[in-house]
């Protein structure tokens, strides 16, 4: 604590509930009845707040002392300075702020709120901490490529570690919206097209970031976002509108939020689209019938940025007052960055426009989760500028960050067994991302400092490799004089290339939406022009490629005989790329999302559904399910990822039935024929042949990630029951009918691995 007289008094306040909060469930106590059950103390404050006091704490603005990234991400306005805001805090007119300067904003700001606030209220002090605070990890969607949903617990942990130093209450992470479309820029936050892994992933991130106590001075409270299928927008365009089908809503887009609250996310932030027409934050049938009422969330939910004033331009509200009266109404708790609530409720409740009972639930929501926190017990417990210091960027976290960068990597194609790379070759590192201090940590990182992490070229000199020319040959969106000339020379110098190319951090992430997802015109033109000056001498070309989105692949990059997917890697991006490039360890990654053949094919998933004339294996047929210039297929499809080993599959073990209550076990023997170890993601998907409602041509049930020593086989074996075969039937209910299934045993969504098949007998 940085006050030890400050924290005494605010301890005076809560001190008599503590004990009896401590040694029940939060949730429980959240959801007695319809209402919020608040300590004794905490209760008595409710009771004193005036509306004007109330609203305040639903109302929660960005830092005004932001400065650097968190300005450019949460541009000013004409709010107030810091000490504007800091009156405004102690005035009551704020429940927090986000997107902070540290510990030292934190402890001014709750030191003058606990001082000379009327109520003592402490503020709560939340932070986009997506990837990662100081340290900076993979992007999520990389994360998500390791498929190993323990990894994305461990770095969440991490980042709560330090960002909870710095006085961070509450992080809006994970974003769990599946990303079907990647035209869409934000499918870098998430963890992809499927619905098995978004779930996984939004569980474990939750726990992660809250720990096993709330009020720990390591934990921060997770926000699941958005709610809902924001990741569905039409033509992959930011903040566009969703139309989709219930059925589609609720089978694919609206589990993995589910799954985030169920780990215990107190937290949830309401999506920018709209669905069927109404904005999701004026929209109670998600927020009261299906979080409330059918999934029983007791937690708080919070806007989006300026979320509630912009179903203004959309069309459903006519003013400022409209709109905070019908995103309140529909079960938006707290308002962001707009300051409708703190303008509008006081007198929206005095006409009667809205229940002074709807208001205090709010209001007791949000005073709950900062009980929860230990807010009232110590408002200073996550505030201390020694510990910011003490846990920024430490060796274990580094580890942490290199380890899950050399996971999340994925090695699309390794022809002649080209990599690993012998550092002793001469190496024509070539592309705007061989060198400098730019587009590593990657999009969304508010804390991290690119000049803090290593590059690519550091990172192979510091493996050993010490012939190593750098050649930009480019920029990432414009030509460079001579560029490509000494990119050729440098090439033909070599005995290697490696071209690093891909997106800059601001070509993904949040609206940046892209209506062509290939690599951009200027880095072609250099892979074309250095794969036709090395192509008489035979000299291989390596492809690197930056991204936070699946990518339509082309000509030289598409052509190359090796190419491994590096998203943004975070702190340790080039010490993980030469781990994997020189053998040191071996890609283990796996595709979360499609590579399509063209940018056209989207939005692309593996798990769509067949038609009545799918195109068959082979040559072109006329009017069957394909584009002209593509098949109905990825390039590199969900699940795919190669490794340094050699590995096979056998003949899948399928018993005939499963009796309708039963299980049934899935077998198949994979081995690594190859010389080198490996970790084989070995995958599981079924289909329903024939059923009420049609069903995809696959969907993921499972996965197992398996290391193989050179010539060890595994027998890798899954269990089958009932209940994973169902799908929302007519009435919108869980089903399933009698009837055939096929299943796989499989490296990817597209392989056909060992494959069998089963009737479900009733």
């Known amino acids: 604590m940085s006050d030890t007289r400050i924290s005494r008094r605010a301890a005076l306040l809560g001190a008599g509930a503590v004990a009896a909060w ?13 209402g919020v059950a608040l ?50 805090a102690v005035a009551g007119k704020l429940t927090g702020v986000f997107n902070g300067n540290g510990a030292e904003m934190a402890r001014r700001m709750q030191g003058a709120v606990m001082r000379n606030s009327r109520l003592k209220i402490p503020l709560i002090f939340a932070a986009d901490v997506i990837h990662g605070h100081r340290t900076i990890f993979p992007v999520p969607v990389a994360e998500a490529a390791s498929f190993e949903p323990d990894l994305a617990m461990r770095t969440a942990r ?56 709330l009020s720990a001075d390591d934990a921060v409270m997770a926000c699941i976002k958005h709610f809902a299928a924001y990741g569905a ?29 169920d780990a215990g996310a107190m937290s949830g932030m309401a999506s920018f689209n709209e669905i069927d027409g109404i904005p999701s934050t004026g929209n109670p049938w998600l927020m009261k019938q299906v979080l409330r009422d059918e999934w029983k969330f007791p937690g708080i939910i919070v806007s989006d940025y300026t979320g ?6 959309a069309g459903f509200a006519k003013d400022g007052k409209d709109a905070a009266r019908l995103a309140f109404l529909a079960g938006v708790d707290m308002s962001m960055q707009s300051n409708l609530y703190a303008l509008y409720l006081p007198e929206l409740v005095r006409e009667g426009a809205v229940p002074q009972e709807v208001l205090d639930r709010s209001v007791r929501r949000v005073l709950a989760v900062k009980q929860m926190l230990g807010l009232f017990d110590d408002p200073f417990r996550r505030i201390d500028r020694k510990r ?30 080209l990599l690993p790379l012998d550092p002793n070759r001469r190496i024509a590192l070539i592309g705007p991302f061989a060198s400098g201090q730019h587009d590593l940590n990657g999009p969304w990182v508010v804390y991290g400092d690119n000049n803090q992490a290593i590059d690519l070229v550091t990172g192979l000199r510091d493996a050993g490799a010490k012939n190593v020319t750098v050649t930009p040959g480019s920029g990432v969106e414009q030509a460079l004089p001579g560029g490509i000339e000494a990119a050729v020379a440098a090439a033909q110098a070599a005995d290697v290339v490696v071209l690093a190319i891909g997106e800059s951090e601001v070509m993904s992430g949040e609206a940046q939406s892209r209506t062509s997802i290939t690599v951009p015109a200027p880095q072609m033109a250099l892979a074309e022009a250095v794969a036709q000056a090395v192509k008489p001498s035979g000299k291989p070309i390596v492809v690197l490629l930056k991204n936070g989105r699946g990518l339509a692949l082309e000509g030289a990059v598409k052509d190359a005989p090796a190419i491994l997917v590096t998203w943004f890697l975070g702190s340790e991006t080039g010490h993980a790329i030469a781990d994997i490039l020189f053998g040191k360890v071996g890609p283990s990654g796996r595709l979360p999302l499609s590579f399509p053949h063209e940018s056209g094919q989207e939005p692309y998933y593996y798990a769509h559904k067949a038609t009545g004339r799918p195109a068959p294996e082979g040559p072109r047929v006329p009017y069957k399910t394909q584009w002209r ?31 309708w209550d039963g299980r049934i076990t899935v077998s198949a023997t994979v081995t690594n024929g190859g010389t080198r170890p490996c970790e084989e993601v070995v995958q599981l998907y079924i289909r329903d042949r024939v059923a009420s409602i049609t069903r995809p041509v696959r969907e993921m ?34 089903t399933v009918e009698p009837g055939t299934f096929d299943v796989w045993i499989a490296p990817s969504a597209q392989d056909e691995g060992a494959h069998g098949t089963f009737d479900l007998i009733r």
């Open 39 to 88: 300590p004794a103390s905490v209760e008595a404050i409710l009771a004193r707040m005036t509306l004007e006091e109330k609203a305040g704490q639903l109302q929660l603005n960005a830092a005004a002392w932001g400065g650097g990234v968190a300005t450019a991400l949460n541009p000013p306005s004409n709010g107030p300075s810091f000490e504007g805001q800091l009156a405004d």
């Open 629 to 659: 210039t593509a098949p109905n297929a990825a390039l590199y499809p969900f699940g795919h990822g190669l490794t340094y080993g050699k590995v096979s599959y056998g003949a899948a073990q399928v018993p005939a039935s499963l009796p």
């Open 701 to 734: 049930k499972a996965f197992r990630k398996v290391a193989l020593a050179p010539g060890q086989s595994e027998v890798v074996s899954f269990t089958l029951t009932r209940p994973q075969l169902e799908f929302l039937g007519r009435d919108l209910r869980p």
């Open 22 to 34: 401590a040694a029940s469930p939060a949730r429980a106590l959240l959801a007695q009845g319809d």
């Open 388 to 417: 910011e210091t003490a846990r920024s960027r430490t060796k274990a976290a580094l580890a942490l960050s290199r380890e899950a960068a050399q996971k999340a990597m994925v090695l699309l194609k390794n022809d002649g067994d």
């Open 308 to 313: 509630d004033e912009e179903m203004i331009a």
């Open 233 to 261: 927008g039409e033509s992959g365009l930011d903040y566009n509108i969703v139309d989709l089908s219930e059925r589609t809503l609720r089978e694919v887009y609206l589990p993995p939020y589910k799954a985030g609250f």
């Open 158 to 213: 991490m980042a709560a570690f330090e960002a909870a130093a710095a006085g961070i209450d509450w992080t809006f992470f994970p974003m769990v919206d599946i990303a079907r479309d990647q035209r869409w820029g934000r499918t870098m936050e998430g963890a992809g097209e499927d619905v098995l892994l978004g779930n996984l992933f939004a569980a474990a991130r939750v726990k992660g970031f809250q720990g096993k106590s």
